[in-house]
């Protein structure tokens, strides 16, 4: 293997205590702006967002900030309240023995370009040597020009490279649909169908994994 591709949300870091902050705000201006109580505010705005699980538009905060008109950014939200991400304890130390042994990181992320935001508040983005959203190639995992874009970048073949993240459709499918090897993180458990080449609870396992493919 020359190279680890990952995703970022819910893999290498959270964005819950920031979501957690700001829905209640966005339910306030809903209610006012539509004369209703913050529940019918609450279920209209995640009724959108349901509706469109797992679209192009699904990933991007900011759309649905624009389709009920809110004077929000989620770039703003995110330069606001920074320590609202959170790092998984386990992120630095695997990303820090992944670059000891000499291997090319990248990232693959569904997210918008503000994804590349998130890394740099983070302290995470100097560790990757390419960074792939979907607003690069206009697409999103699991089609295959994402992953393949990303793999140009670092200049190795699907075969050289493993894809870590926490989705079975978009990563693990999409990883081993360009013939990469992958790596399903399941932080919480599941049930992975026995689909992802080798399945995680904590980065650290990477180690154990990288020692066989």
């Known amino acids: 293997m ?16 920031l979501i957690q902050l700001f829905l209640p705000q966005v339910y306030e201006k809903l209610s006012k702006k539509f004369g209703i109580n913050k ?10 967002i349901l509706a469109r699980r797992e679209t192009y538009e699904w990933h991007d905060w900011n759309f649905f900030f624009r389709l009920f008109d809110l004077d929000l950014r989620y770039e703003d939200l995110l330069r606001r309240y920074p320590h609202k991400l959170h790092v998984y304890p386990d992120t630095v130390p695997t ?5 000891e042994k000499g291997l090319k990181l990248g990232v693959v992320t569904s997210g918008p370009a503000y994804q ?17 959203t ?3 190639v206009g697409a999103i995992k699991p089609e295959p020009k994402i992953f393949l874009r990303a ?25 081993k649909n360009v013939g990469m090897k992958t790596v399903w ?4 458990g599941g049930e992975d169908f026995h689909f992802p080449d080798f399945k995680i609870r904590t980065l650290h396992e990477l180690r154990k994994v990288l020692e066989v493919v």
């Open 134 to 136: 979907r607003d690069d």
């Open 116 to 132: 590349r935001l998130k890394l740099e508040l983070t302290g995470l983005e100097g560790y990757f040597d390419a960074v792939v």
């Open 2 to 17: 020359k190279a680890v591709l990952f995703d970022i949300d819910h893999t290498l870091l959270t964005e819950m205590p």
């Open 95 to 99: 990303l820090e023995w992944l670059k």
């Open 185 to 188: 993180i399941a932080r919480d």
């Open 151 to 175: 793999l140009e970048e670092l200049g190795v073949s699907p075969r050289e490279a493993v894809m870590v993240g926490d989705s079975l459709r978009q990563d693990i499918y999409g990883g």
């Open 39 to 48: 529940e019918e505010a609450r279920d209209k705005f995640l009724g959108e």
